[in-house]
């Protein structure tokens, strides 16, 4: 047999780049693990700078704050949810309805929620509880005009409620992406950049420093005059509605839901349907001075009614409801217009129960078919004042500035007639108009004062009413 054998020098120059292949590997597995280490550092400082200019300048929502605060403490023991605005957590005792319902329930409510905001929490919640049942309130305001446009300005700034405090898994980041346009990643992801502006002022800064310092914001404890938080998403007050004036903030061409609205009122429905989660819609009661500023309030729920008995699904809008059955009209029942007090939402809370726990043939009885068939046939009363603003117009050559055009807000109109009277500020009482059915009347914009009607029924049943309203 012939062996070959290599020379020495061979042997050796291969061994030497050998040698020089490990140590390059070597050498390479340090620089890679040196960028690593860089890029984590990096990363660690940038969160921390995120947070100290978070605490610095960010004005946090208290509300939702602490509110995702004691959502999170109770994973995985959560039976029951309510979604939508403040009509919510003004509206809803979820201690009631525990009582009742012998469940845990809780209201996952945020300012201005959309359906958008909810179909997410709903989500989040079916994702650390067993959800069986959500009530989703449908208030209108959060689903017609540009706040029920979802990818405008207003519903954008909404939306950063809810993706503030969200915990960060996969379904945040997909919310955040959803509810942010591109332009809006910056401010929705870093709150600080939202106070840009502020970024001098050591007056800002102080008070944000200031406030962030205290028991109460470190306690999660709400703080607000005749208001308190509890655990459970209620805002408990004992505001009552003293002035009954409402400024409008829909006009009647924009009581319908938006597309996007609608969009995700099906998405919603859809996933509960699929995960066999109960679902029930609803609204809830605000004073009548509102749902008749609207002009227009049936074009709104007869959407919502559309599409919840396209999917068999109950809708129960509590401004239709009987006067007999739920005698609520009265401002020591409302902290506004809008939401309830703690005596309004005890009232409607034990009542809501009683209708939800009810196969929905039985509850028909309750409610009137349509919010034109209640003005028709409720008994007549006025309730206050709403105001729109109308534009400055041109009077032989001379500026008239902008005005408000104020009416008299009144179940029954046509069987209202009113007399009313003017105390500018300042200024002596005078009477608008006697008696007639005229409910409308313009006022200036810059003026202030009381208004006094006296009202009475055409028919001549009853007697003379009264009540003032500041304008």
């Known amino acids: 047999m012939i062996r070959d054998c290599l020379p020495f020098s061979k042997v050796k120059r291969r061994l030497k780049n050998m040698d020089a292949e490990r140590t390059g590997f070597f050498c390479g597995r340090r620089a890679f693990g040196r960028t690593v280490c860089q890029m984590l550092a990096a990363f660690v400082l940038f969160l921390a700078g995120t947070k100290l200019l978070n605490y610095l300048y960010w004005q946090e929502e208290d509300w939702e704050r602490i509110l995702f605060h004691h959502f999170y403490a109770q994973e995985k023991n959560i039976d029951n949810i309510c979604l939508g605005s403040s009509h919510v957590f003004c509206g809803f005792d979820p201690e009631i309805l525990d ?174 349907q699929k995960k066999e989660i109960s679902i029930v819609l609803c609204a809830a009661p605000m004073y ?37 059955y739920l005698p609520i009209q009265h401002p020591e029942y409302f902290m506004d217009a809008g939401h309830l007090n703690t005596s309004g939402a005890e009232m409607y809370t034990n009542f809501f129960h009683k209708v939800v726990s009810a196969p929905e043939e039985e509850n028909a009885e309750y409610f009137y078919g349509s919010y034109q068939e209640k003005l028709e046939s409720a008994e007549p009363r006025v309730y206050g004042l709403y105001c729109t603003m109308i534009d400055g117009t041109k009077r032989q050559d001379e500026e008239v500035s902008p005005g408000l055009k104020m009416t008299v807000a009144a179940l029954g109109e046509d069987k209202v007639e009113c007399r009313i009277f003017l105390t500018p500020t300042g200024g002596e009482t005078y009477m608008l108009q006697d008696f007639s059915e005229n409910k409308e009347f313009d006022v200036s914009a810059e003026e202030h004062g009381i208004c006094h009607i006296v009202w009475r029924k055409m028919d001549g049943a009853g007697e003379e009413e009264s009540l003032e309203v500041l304008y």
């Not at 002035?243 to 009122?265: C, G, I, Q, S, W």
Request: charged share 30%; hydrophobic share 30%; aromatic share 16%.
């Open 99 to 272: 009582e009742k319902s012998g469940k845990n329930n809780f209201n996952l409510a945020t300012s201005g929620q959309s359906l958008m905001g909810s179909y997410y929490l709903l989500r989040e919640a079916d994702r650390c509880n067993e959800i069986e049942r959500v009530y989703l309130e449908l208030y209108y305001t959060c689903s017609t005009g540009g706040q029920g446009r979802y990818q405008e300005k207003e519903a954008v700034q909404i939306s950063w409620r809810i993706t503030d405090y969200m915990k960060m898994s996969p379904l945040k980041l997909e919310a955040f992406f959803h509810m942010n346009p591109s332009k809006y990643y910056m401010d929705g992801a870093f709150p600080y950049v939202r106070y840009r502006a502020h970024l001098t002022e050591k007056d800002w800064i102080e008070d944000r420093v200031t406030y962030k310092r205290t028991g109460n914001y470190k306690k999660y404890i709400y703080v607000d005059g005749l208001t308190e938080y509890e655990d459970k998403g209620y805002y408990r007050t004992a505001k009552e509605f003293s002035n009954p004036l409402f400024v409008r903030e829909r006009r009647p061409e924009e009581m319908h839901l938006t597309e996007d609205a609608e969009k995700y009122l099906r998405k919603i429905i859809e996933y509960c």
């Open 288 to 324: 009548e001075l509102e749902p008749l500023s609207t002009e227009s309030y049936d074009s709104y729920a007869e959407g919502i009614r559309s599409v919840a008995a396209e999917y068999d699904v109950p809708y129960y809008d509590f401004n239709m409801v009987k006067e007999e």
